[in-house]
């Protein structure tokens, strides 16, 4: 499932010890697994290899431009979601024709951005972004590439913040004002209606939703009476962080191919988390374990600004010393140097004893952990490395002070 495992209590990635890399370098630091990523990219592509499909990695989850270069390798697409994301997405050499664009906010520098670099289409969120989108290719001569992002209105399991397939949630538009889109579609003469978008949370583990949210889609398409090429099912693949027992690429796959097989439809993905939530360490540094009160506290070099999952989400995150040299087991909370009570990794969690100096790891820390990084409190961000069988190699540096300031006009 991934390449971390402890090998007589030491933390092994793929062939190198992360104490290795830990105490050669600052902390914190991100390490990922290259074969990890590669692996559940293959696995998912294999998954669906007996249908037409593009896997477009959603970028949000991590866009390091070097774990991005790896993908663009392996063909994937990706999912963007700003013109900074589609910046880089091209920049790591993913084909603009393999690029799709959502999100309910686009600007007009942005939507001019991916018409001229001919992305393959927008999931477009409401009426208003069509018209512009429609308006913008107009004005630039071209034909803009559209699918439409519908909100299916099911039921979701995950946290109420990354839920994103109900009614009352931001994204898409209900299958009626889509439908009146497509009745409608000979009044936006500069836009040509190839799909249907759908994403209708983050790390869902459960099949059920997708392929209740998947048959209304195809219901709806049906109807519509209209050939269309694309049906793009989204991300939200869950993963384990703890005990939960998410689908697998190949039962997801087996529930969702039988509804679209027979409807000539070419299925986007856009897996996030999948591909690198479980490739993706934090390695931290024990600062000091201090007593008050009735706790004891572990603080830690990282900060809610290096991986902000607990504190936004009270997401779990595994915790384990990367070297298990005790026996004895404590429960302590895991904390931050960040001037806030919510800058904690684990509250009252039982880990083997450690001692200042120690190095943690922070698991499944791969998705959602870079990309939502900050500089709060004036924290540089931290460095990335990549393990590559036996080898490791530096893929961001930490950053410096002088980065903290850079564009300040003082
Ligand atoms: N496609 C769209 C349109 C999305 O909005 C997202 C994620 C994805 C694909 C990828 O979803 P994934 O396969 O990674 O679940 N920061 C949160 C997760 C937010 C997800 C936002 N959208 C977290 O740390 O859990």
């Not at 709806?220 to 869950?238: C, D, M």
């Not at 070419?266 to 999948?274: A, N, Q, S």
């Not at 990084?373 to 540089?380: C, G, L, Q």
Request: overall charge neutral; charged content about 25%.
């Amino acid at each position: 499932m991934h390449d971390f495992h402890y090998l007589n209590g030491e933390l092994i990635c793929e062939k190198v010890k992360v104490n290795d890399i830990a105490s050669q370098s600052k902390t914190p630091l991100y390490l990922y697994s290259r074969k990890t990523v590669s692996d559940h990219y293959r696995k998912l592509n294999t998954a669906f290899s007996s249908i037409p499909h593009l896997i477009c990695y959603s970028l949000k989850a991590n866009s390091n431009i070097y774990l991005l270069k790896l993908l663009a390798e392996m063909e994937a697409g990706a999912d963007v979601t700003s013109g900074g994301e589609l910046f880089k997405a091209l920049l790591s050499g993913i084909a603009p024709g393999k690029i799709v664009y959502a999100g309910v906010g686009k600007t007009q520098d942005e939507i001019t951005y991916a018409l001229n670099k001919g992305i393959l289409m927008f999931n477009v969120e409401s009426i208003q972004e069509l018209h512009l989108i429609n308006e913008i290719a107009g004005r630039m001569k071209k034909k803009a590439a559209v699918a439409i992002r519908v909100n299916p209105d099911v039921e979701v399991e995950t946290h109420a913040y990354i839920r994103t397939g109900k009614s009352e949630d931001k994204f898409g538009l209900t299958i009626d004002i889509a439908d009146n889109i497509f009745k409608k579609r000979d009044s936006f003469h500069n836009v040509e209606l190839k799909g249907v978008h759908l994403h209708i949370g983050s790390q869902i583990t459960s099949v059920t939703p997708f392929t209740e949210s998947i048959r209304k889609v195809v219901g709806f398409i049906e109807a519509l009476n209209f050939e269309l090429k694309w049906l793009n099912i989204g991300g939200g693949l869950g993963i384990i962080y703890r005990d939960e027992k998410p689908s697998t690429a190949e039962e997801f796959a087996q529930a969702v191919i039988p509804l679209v097989k027979e409807r000539g439809l070419k299925i986007i993905l856009e897996p996030g988390r999948f591909i690198v939530g479980n490739a993706g360490i934090l390695v931290t540094k024990v600062l000091y374990v201090k007593e008050s009160g009735s706790r004891t506290f572990i603080v830690v070099d990282a900060g809610m600004n290096d991986l902000i999952r607990p504190s936004l989400y009270g997401a779990y995150h595994e915790i384990k010393p990367v070297q298990m040299r005790e026996s004895e087991e404590i429960a302590a909370d895991i904390v931050g140097p960040i001037c806030e009570t919510g800058d904690f990794f684990a509250r009252d969690r039982k880990i083997l004893k450690v001692k200042s100096g120690d190095f943690l790891a922070i698991f499944s820390a791969g998705a959602y952990g870079f990309s939502m990084a900050s500089t709060y409190n004036s924290r540089p961000r931290c460095s990335e490395f990549l393990v590559e069988g036996d080898k490791f190699r530096l893929i961001r540096e930490r950053e410096q002070y002088e980065d903290l300031i850079r564009g300040e006009i003082y």
